[in-house]
């Protein structure tokens, strides 16, 4: 049973950083073609795309997070990281990491097309 726990949430002024940790356990990711996703949900908004990684590195970024975030995953690892740099209130989110058994991501991530999700950490950015 693939689980995803996310962590490394909180609150930070504008301009800020932080990085959130997706880990895996019930499947080993290096040993799978997949696809894995950062999502974030506003309140009153729909899920939105943030960074996707697949299992050779190729990585896609949102329109909002060119730039400023960097999707990442460590050799040996059974995760994936999210670097956030320049934080601005529209950020305020929950974040979502997901999963997909594929041998590439989609060029844009839609949550319904990902099978495997975590329970979010919250991420709020003040000015």
């Known amino acids: 049973q693939v689980q995803l726990v996310e962590s490394g949430g909180g609150s930070v002024r504008a301009g800020g950083s932080l990085t959130l940790t997706c880990s895996a356990s019930?499947?080993?990711?290096?040993?799978?073609?997949?696809?894995l996703a950062w999502f974030r949900q506003a309140p009153g908004k729909e899920r939105q795309g943030v960074a996707t990684?697949?299992?050779?590195?190729?990585?896609t970024y949102g329109d909002p997070a060119k730039g400023r975030f960097t999707i990442a995953k460590t050799n040996g690892e059974n995760a994936i990281y999210l670097q956030m740099d320049s934080l601005n209130p529209e950020d305020t989110a929950m974040y979502y990491c997901?999963?997909?058994?594929?041998?590439?991501?989609?060029?844009?991530?839609?949550?319904?097309?990902?099978?495997?999700w975590g329970q979010g950490t919250q991420v709020t950015v003040s000015s």
């Open positions: 990684i697949d299992d050779i590195r190729r990585t």
């Open positions: 019930g499947i080993v990711i290096e040993l799978n073609s997949y696809c």
């Open positions: 997901a999963l997909r058994r594929a041998t590439r991501c989609p060029a844009v991530a839609v949550a319904a097309d990902f099978t495997y």
